[in-house]
């Protein structure tokens, strides 16, 4: 087989990852500008109009939830996450080799943990509504099952690239 053919699923699961980081950072960025606008109407209609926008809490919420739960696949993305390395500082170069496999094996686990059961839950509470503007309530737990799936992928990718790079 061919260096091409074998590089070849790296270069796509990459170009992936990196465009899923672009579109993850759009709409959380979107979500941020959203809540300010709709907060500043707000408070303008509560101030000048003693009016308010009935629907705000409920839509705030699940777009603070969205943020959260898709804005930590940038934070992964980039390697931000919390790192414990004392362990690793105390292996050889092929132990701490062997220590960040074995960390995002365990990452990968966890993550699909989350997805499978996000997944369940999203199918549980599809057929209700929320209160207040009518959503499936699934749209709360959607973002949850998005970002595991989304960090599973960054580390594959990430792992990918390491060996690529030998």
Known sequence: MSAERRLAPRGVLAILSDR??????????????????????????????????????????LC?????????????????????????????????????????????????????YGIQLVQLQWPFKTPGVGLPSASYSAPVVIGAAIMILHVCAQRLREVARG
Do not use: H, M
């Open 64 to 116: 603070a939830t969205w943020i959260y739960f898709i804005g930590v696949c940038q934070v992964y993305y980039k390697k931000g996450d919390i790192a414990v390395d004392v362990v690793a500082r105390f292996l050889p170069a092929g132990g701490r080799l062997a220590w960040s496999w074995g960390v995002d094996l365990v990452s990968v686990g966890v993550f699909a943990v989350i997805g499978w």
């Open 20 to 61: 899923l980081q672009t579109a993850c950072r759009a709409l959380t960025g979107l979500l941020l500008v959203f809540i300010v606008c709709s907060n500043a109407a707000e408070v303008v209609l509560r101030t000048a109009f003693a009016t308010s926008l009935s629907w705000i809490f409920e839509i705030n919420l």
